[in-house]
Structures are given as structure tokens and as C-alpha cells.
């Protein structure tokens, strides 16, 4: 079993930066792809991006946040991180990481973090 626990998000202005975190609990962090999701009220839940096991060399990113948003990882510290620029008032959701063993996590991934708030102003 898995635990993630989701970190950074916050308020912030149109146009402003954020850096989300993840932190897994797994000893085998690298044999896990891990996703990004979020959650607007009265939407139902969607993917945002997603990096592949070990180095990470395959990203993926919902055309919403493309050219905006960056997914990394980090194996020694177990974190995943989503780095979100130009953020826009649509961009506010709750958002949730997820990961899955070696394959890339989608919405019926096993495990889920509890979810951090970002919320942009306009």
C-alpha cells in the first residue's frame, strides 16, 4: 500500500506560480508512475499530467495546461511535484496526486492522495 500526501497549494493571483508536492511513503518510488488530477466543484475529476516510472523521461499533460504546467520527479525524496505557471481562474480545483505500480496512473488508479486546494483569482 501506498500513501500520498499532497502539499503547496494555496491562493493565488491570475498569472501567478505555484509548485504542488507529493510525497509517497513507498520504498520503490521509482517503479511507480505518478499523475496529477484535479477537481472543480459541480466537474467531475480530470487529468492533468503524468510522468513515467524511474528517470521520468515520458510526460504527458491535458491540452487545458499544456505549455503551462510542468511535471518532475524526484526518486531519492520520493516526491513528485507539479510546477503550474500562468495559472488562470479555470485552473482552480482541488487537485490530487496519484500513482500506480509501473504503469501510468489514470482515473481508476489505486492510489490517490487526500487533495490540496488551489484556488487563482481573476
Known amino acids: 500500500q501506498v500513501q500520498l500526501v499532497e502539499s503547496g497549494g494555496g491562493l493565488v493571483q491570475a498569472g501567478g506560480s505555484l509548485r504542488l508536492s507529493c510525497a509517497a511513503s513507498?520504498?520503490?518510488?521509482?517503479?511507480?508512475?505518478l499523475g496529477w488530477f484535479r477537481q472543480a466543484p459541480g466537474k467531475e475529476r480530470e487529468f492533468v499530467a503524468s510522468?513515467?516510472?524511474?528517470?521520468?523521461?515520458?510526460?504527458a499533460y491535458a491540452e487545458s495546461v499544456k505549455g503551462r504546467f510542468t511535471v518532475s520527479r524526484d526518486n531519492p525524496k520520493n516526491t513528485v511535484y507539479l510546477q503550474m505557471n500562468s495559472l488562470k481562474p479555470a485552473d482552480t480545483a482541488v487537485y490530487y496526486c496519484?500513482?500506480?505500480?509501473?504503469?501510468?496512473?489514470?482515473?481508476?488508479?489505486?492510489?490517490w492522495g487526500q487533495g490540496t486546494q488551489v484556488t487563482v483569482s481573476s
Open positions: 496519484a500513482a500506480a505500480y509501473k504503469m501510468v496512473p489514470n482515473m481508476s488508479s489505486p492510489y
Open positions: 513507498t520504498r520503490t518510488f521509482g517503479s511507480y508512475g
Open positions: 510522468i513515467s516510472t524511474w528517470s521520468g523521461e515520458n510526460t
